[in-house]
């Protein structure tokens, strides 16, 4: 069937880094932009970063800009996620989503479990 | 980036109606779409584009757009209805996305 599943959350200190991926399955995982989105506790979604289908353009969000890298390889259906100088605002759920543009943009039809990233 | 604007909680009476806002800029120009999140669950994708359901998810979720605002209303909310709902958009820019604070929806 459809799914994402994410990989790589600890427990890591602050300024260190930690690879995430996402292993997807049950599609052509080539055709659609992926994207990451973060949960802190208790808070609201947070778009984290973006990248095309083909891995030709990503975009990230302020907050992460310069520290996060998005990355994938369509050859073995898996997107990551490179955060580097990790801050204890980073600490959240991290998602992958799948975003079918098909039917609009934005419209994110396909998300994993999530995998938790603390930073302490 | 621009911002996406909702209510922090809402309240409805099990059976009547509820309309769950999200404003901003973007949405002039996009579409909203709208998710559903339970407490441990991860978020689910319950109305796209100018008003689509996924497969699976009950008729009595609907959404509209009026302006530089997009509702989600839910006609005959059932207990299974309450949890977080949250609106998204690409922002004016096209290159990121936006997602609103969320709304806490109780059903009593």
């Known amino acids: 069937q459809v799914q994402l599943v994410e990989s790589g959350g600890g427990v890591v200190q602050p300024g260190r880094s930690l690879r995430l991926s996402c292993a997807a399955s049950g599609f052509s995982f080539s055709s659609y932009g992926m994207h990451w989105v973060r949960q802190a506790p208790g808070k609201g979604l947070e778009w984290v970063a973006v990248i095309w289908d083909d891995g030709s353009n990503k975009y990230y969000g302020d907050s992460v800009k310069g520290r996060f890298t998005i990355s994938r390889d369509n050859s073995k259906n898996t997107l990551h996620l490179q955060m580097n100088s990790l801050r204890a605002e980073d600490t959240a759920v991290y998602f992958c989503a799948r975003e079918d543009t098909a039917v609009t943009r934005g419209a994110f039809d396909i998300w994993g479990q999530g995998t938790m990233v603390t930073v302490s | 980036s621009s911002e996406l604007t909702q209510d922090p909680a809402v309240s409805v009476a099990l059976g009547q109606t509820v309309r769950i806002t999200c404003q901003g800029d973007?949405?002039?120009?996009?579409?909203a779409n709208w998710y559903q999140q339970k407490p441990g669950q991860a978020p689910v994708l319950v109305i796209y584009g100018k008003n689509n359901r996924p497969s699976g998810i009950p008729d009595r979720f609907s959404g509209s757009r009026s302006g530089n605002t997009a509702s989600l209303t839910i006609t005959g909310a059932q207990a299974e209805d309450e949890a977080e709902y949250s609106c998204n958009s690409w922002d004016s820019s096209g290159n990121v996305v936006v997602f609103g604070g969320g709304t806490k929806l109780t059903v009593l």
């Open positions: 973007s949405l002039g120009i996009y579409y």
